[in-house]
């Protein structure tokens, strides 16, 4: 996908992410994020993220 395709008011710093962009931006359709029960920011993740192909083994 291209910068066209991007979420609006989504940003993304998950470099190994597919839907990762350039500039920080999250071109999946839609994003899901977990961990109903979080009380702090870093007990979410986003399950939308699936490895790209440039990524690590």
């Known amino acids: 996908m ?3 395709n991007v ?3 989504i940003k ?3 470099k190994n992410c ?5 500039n ?3 071109t999946a359709g839609h994003i899901q994020v977990e961990c109903k029960d979080a009380t702090t ?5 986003c399950k939308t993220f ?3 192909e ?3 083994n």
């Open 50 to 52: 699936e490895k790209n």
């Open 24 to 26: 920080d931006y999250c």
């Open 7 to 9: 979420i609006t008011g």
């Open 41 to 45: 920011k870093s007990e979410t993740f």
């Open 12 to 14: 993304c710093e998950a």
């Open 2 to 4: 291209t910068e066209n």
């Open 18 to 22: 597919k839907h990762h962009t350039a």
């Open 54 to 56: 440039n990524c690590c």
